[in-house]
């Protein structure tokens, strides 16, 4: 019982530590944007062609609140357990908090313990994207919505069967649209 005590209170501190050190990061990162005035005027004007949604880095800005603009576009992690849909546990889905493209069912999310909301699978395969995340000395796999190429979170290999992944998502990146609204459209 005290190893697990333990063992939590370590992901806790773990967990904080790296918020603090990923904001640290994007204030270097926003000291070097600030050196080159092209690389600024680029990404304001010109969207990302990988994806269907087109939009500027200005037009996200409008239409997003700052924090949300953290996570969705500047690749930013929330804090885990004081996040809005990590106790979620109503039926619904989740949508896309930059498009509203869907993206995961409440049938496939799951009690993880990182202090994010986790799923196993999101509701298809198409719905999401990957790229390569090398920051923090280490390799992680990057999850982005496939529509708009929004940053929503990352897949680890350590989560439950069937499909023994876990989808650990930022709730600022998400929005939860519960059971009882969707059958209502
Ligand atoms: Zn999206």
Redesign the pocket.
């Known amino acids: 019982m005290k190893l697990k005590l333990l063992a939590f209170l370590s992901a806790i501190l773990l967990a904080v530590g790296f918020y603090f050190l990923n904001n640290q990061q994007d204030e270097v990162v926003v000291a070097e944007n600030s050196n080159s005035a092209m690389n600024i005027a680029q990404t304001d004007t010109m969207p990302d062609e990988n994806y269907p949604?087109q939009k500027t880095e200005a037009e996200w800005k409008e239409i997003l609140t700052d924090k949300e603009y953290r996570i969705l576009r500047d690749r930013g992690t929330e804090l885990p357990f004081v996040n809005e849909y990590n106790s979620n546990k109503r039926e619904g889905i989740y949508v896309?908090g930059?498009?509203?493209?869907k993206l995961y069912s409440s049938e496939h999310k799951y009690e993880s313990g990182s202090g994010w909301p986790s799923f196993w699978q999101p509701l298809a395969d198409s719905l999401v994207g990957e790229r390569e995340d090398n920051s923090w000395f280490m390799t992680r796999t990057e999850i982005v919505?496939s529509?708009?190429?929004?940053h929503l979170g990352h897949v680890f290999d350590d989560g439950p069967q069937p499909t023994g992944l876990r989808y650990c998502m930022n709730s600022l990146a998400m929005d939860f649209i519960p059971k009882e609204e969707i059958q209502s459209d």
């Not at 930059?98 to 493209?101: E, R």
């Not at 529509?147 to 929004?150: F, I, K, L, T, V």
Request: proline share 0%; glycine share 18%.
């Open positions: 949604l896309c930059a498009c509203g493209q919505c529509n708009c190429g929004s």
